[in-house]
């Protein structure tokens, strides 16, 4: 029965096996390949595997960077970002952004990427990304401990304000999963997932039926 047989850990102990499995319990999950802009107009080009959608009116999706990195750094100056889908192929070229490189190096010569201007923000989106959103910052938050001590995260919300979606994509008006072949950090130290037709389901809420 599962469960009776139980690994038992406090948090605050440490896990006690050979990797916190955190990230690999809570996955897939979304990536947050996000791209912005310096207050002086350098681009950066990054992922974080902590991003997800919070809200549909207004749509409201967030990320949240474990350091003060140049993406919160620019975000925190512009107000602004884009959030741009990272798909399977693609995925080589959005691990190349994950690099720790200066904050002067550009990402989207690093990864062979190509930028291009947002229609409604100040910024770049990946042009061969299939999906991007434009957003504006909407709340910049430093996360705290149970105790009130401040964790050096920071989560960053933002309002989309313009949506790009690759027409192919779009089935009778439809916006096919699937098709798009988004990845998903897995945890551990490379793991991703792929979502595949033959992987997805339906299943209809009681309030729906």
Request: aromatic fraction near 10%; proline fraction near 8%.
């Amino acid at each position: 029965m599962a469960g009776s047989d139980a690994h038992f850990y406090r948090a605050e102990d440490g896990s006690g096996l050979p990797h916190d499995p955190l990230n690999a319990i809570i996955g897939p999950r979304p990536i947050g390949w996000i791209s912005s802009l310096s207050a002086t107009g350098a681009p950066n080009l990054a992922p974080y595997s902590f991003f997800n959608a919070f809200n549909y009116r207004p749509p409201i999706i967030g990320f949240a960077s474990i350091g003060w990195k140049d993406t919160v750094s620019n975000i925190d100056a512009t107000g602004e970002f884009v959030w741009n889908l990272a798909t399977r192929p693609l995925a080589a070229a959005m691990n190349e952004t994950s690099a720790s490189i200066p904050p002067d190096a550009d990402e989207f010569v690093r990864s062979g990427l190509t930028p291009v201007p947002a229609k409604v923000i100040v910024g770049q989106r990946v042009l061969e990304s299939p999906v991007n959103f434009e957003c504006k910052l909407t709340q910049m938050v430093q996360l705290s401990s149970i105790d009130g001590s401040a964790v050096s995260t920071w989560l960053v919300l933002g309002q989309v304000v313009a949506v790009h979606i690759d027409q192919q994509f779009l089935v009778d008006g439809v916006y096919d999963t699937a098709a798009a072949q988004p990845i998903l950090r897995a945890g551990g130290l490379g793991n991703y997932a792929e979502v595949l037709p033959e992987t997805m389901f339906t299943m209809i809420r009681p309030d729906d039926r």
